[in-house]
């Protein structure tokens, strides 16, 4: 039985609401042997108010071991089992862009390479470019026209950038072109089958004409690109879930991931004080809210322990603002952990603290990673903390008689 | 999505080396209501330390409920999935007594009983004869030519021993010639398919002459045969976790074992000590090492608490000398429990602790059941243990951008 299955035959209406403030990257270690983690360092006197009145548990992104990215680490947490729905490269790094991809595109990242007369490479980065001669060199491969697609280049940063082709049945099973190596030439795109090779001659013509135009431009003389991906056909959380749902997030990477998965995402500012707000200015409207806050992961990747335990801090300060809106559920928790001992992200499990009257308490009194082990949610895959969401918030009818 | 399919995209190449001590049968009970374990009785002060810098669990081998036999015990460790790879009986037998099973190999497990002169069977094991006779009656038997087939007799001890068929296109489908009652006859051997019918048809002239060639030798004048097994076709550790390894057991059933997951078998001396000097030897060599300790199993089974007790404290004993070869991950537990109490293997989960540098901490400070239920690793499927090690060893890229 699929669960999505399971979850339409069950949902029921009601007008309760369930928000969801993913801290990214929450998860953490100690940095020296029996030290405390960066949540358990932090001074969050409305987490661990939270934590007391409700429900803790340590959810496991994908599978035990497996660190996830940002793509598999959110779809989990939107209710969607992240090894079954999966997001390609070139989807997310378009999504990364705020490019509106849509169902007659592929996707795929590009990198600008050097390439030596021979026609192979030199430098897989050509160099790492600066930002400016990357939209300046992206600006001239927009002039590249192939018959029967519309292609499009839009820059990311230094050699990275992203390559759209849209048109009618064209398929995604296609190569890297980027062989992974130097010294020798970029690889052809291959289809694996007609809608994929359609897409491969379409992106062989645009890389024979993007070499000539860019043939005085060395070192960024040469294009890779890999991870072709279609967008991903996933049923929406209102189809799926019933729920109205609202996105705050303000990196686009977010809001895309968010879009993807049929939330509106709304124009929430840039500081979690004008998300905390934008919360509020909707609250009337949607039955769901993610609210997405960066800034735990990032200084976790990098590595820097102090303001990352600040970070965590600031976002408890914005707590009380959202208990005032009187919320049935409420749930903090992260995508995955970056320890900043690590400076990435992590395969250990995530914090999760889930607040709602009908909780059955558990001892835990401070939300933090070796409280959260004793919580009453226990261990349990990401993917099951909407459907407890649900339930919580009386949307779940009983399952059989 | 398969789990050795999501391994072998996301597995990395390094240098950090894997140690997994299987202490056979580890899991225990008490004796008394309010007792402790074998495992929480010993004095284990290195297991301790390891636990306290370490990560603990507990791992379930199969399922909640199912008492694994060696087989799934050993490949749900190795990383394989005990329910989705099966070893006939027949192999296992044959792989206990160091049978060098090949692809062409049928092998089944016999019984000497003991036939009236109706043909009934009127014991089922002939008596249980010495192993003297056990090896005197095998080799009568391998006087018993089949034309088209290679026959293989070899005695195991008592009324037990191993046949192996070995041929082309020889299939496995055949039912048991055993009916598991006395006063009626051994049953004829049938193939499910046309491959099982050609050894169902070996089989039956085997049996045929075998019952003329034993004819006097009451009360071992009969066999029946059980467990038809072909050598499974088992991708191997370095084919899906790209881990070379090397397995350091005494007991040819653990070395088959390890064999057919790939893994090279060291000549591994017969005690402890030899077993930790081969480690020793081969630790440049390898990435992955299997030390099995076979007494802890042994001791449970004879339902002798004290002994168990003893040998887990001699077990302790040598883990100073692996720390000393500074492995990255450094794994103690068992295939199953074996408690003294049972005299049997049983279905209780199995003590872990999981030792490296990126273990996050929890609040386990003695190896055994109890704190183990408090351990970071929570209980979970035995099947991801080696994933676990994959991660803490920064062996498994990020999964999903």
Not at 91 to 105: K, T
Not at 354 to 365: E, F, I, N, Y
Not at 367 to 373: D, K, M, N, P, R
Request: charged share 25%; with cysteine.
């Amino acid at each position: 039985m699929d669960m999505h299955q399971l979850i339409r035959e069950l949902r029921e209406e009601s007008k309760t609401k369930i928000v969801l403030l993913v801290a990214d990257g929450l998860g953490g270690l100690p940095l020296e042997p029996g030290g405390k983690t960066e949540l358990e360092s932090a001074h969050t006197p409305n987490l661990d108010a939270l934590a007391r009145e409700g429900t803790c548990g340590l959810s496991i992104p994908v599978l035990p071991g497996i660190t996830p990215g940002s793509g598999p680490g959110h779809l989990g947490l939107f209710g969607y089992d992240p090894l079954k729905y999966r997001i390609g490269r070139g989807i997310l790094e378009a999504l990364g862009i705020n490019f509106a991809v849509g169902a007659r595109d592929v996707a795929a990242r590009g990198n600008f390479c050097t390439l030596e007369g021979s026609g192979a490479i030199s430098d897989r980065r050509a160099g790492r470019p600066t930002t400016e001669r990357c939209v300046a060199m992206c600006q001239k491969l927009q002039q590249v026209k192939v018959p029967g697609v519309e292609v499009f280049v839009e820059p990311v940063r230094e050699h990275r950038f992203v390559v759209v082709f849209r048109g009618d049945g064209l398929g995604d099973a296609v190569n890297d072109t980027d062989p992974q190596a130097v010294g020798v030439k970029p690889l052809a795109a291959k289809g694996a089958d007609p809608a994929s090779q359609k897409t491969a001659d379409a992106v062989n013509r645009w890389l024979a004409e993007a070499t000539k135009v860019l043939k005085g431009d060395a070192p960024t003389n040469g294009v890779t690109l890999r991870g072709f991906a279609r967008y991903p056909k996933i049923e929406t959380m209102q189809e799926v879930y019933g729920l109205k749902s609202a996105a705050i997030a303000v990196y686009p990477m977010y809001r895309g991931l968010a879009r993807l998965v049929g939330m509106d995402v709304a124009d929430a500012g840039s500081t979690l004080g004008d998300q905390v707000k934008t919360l509020e200015r909707l609250w009337k409207d949607y039955d769901f809210f993610f609210l997405h806050y960066k800034y735990t992961d990032s200084t976790g990747e990098d590595g820097n322990f102090p303001a990352k335990v600040d970070t965590i801090q600031r976002f408890d300060a914005v707590i009380p603002q959202v208990r005032a809106l009187n919320p049935d559920v409420l749930i903090v928790t992260g995508d995955h952990s970056t320890p900043s001992k690590l400076k990435s992200h992590s395969w250990h499990p995530v914090p999760v603290v889930l607040w709602a009257k009908t909780c059955r308490p558990d001892p835990v009194t401070e939300f933090g990673e070796s409280q959260c082990l004793r919580g009453g949610l226990g261990q349990f895959p990401a993917m099951y903390l909407l459907p407890l969401a649900m339930a919580h918030a009386q949307r779940l009818a009983k399952y059989g008689a």
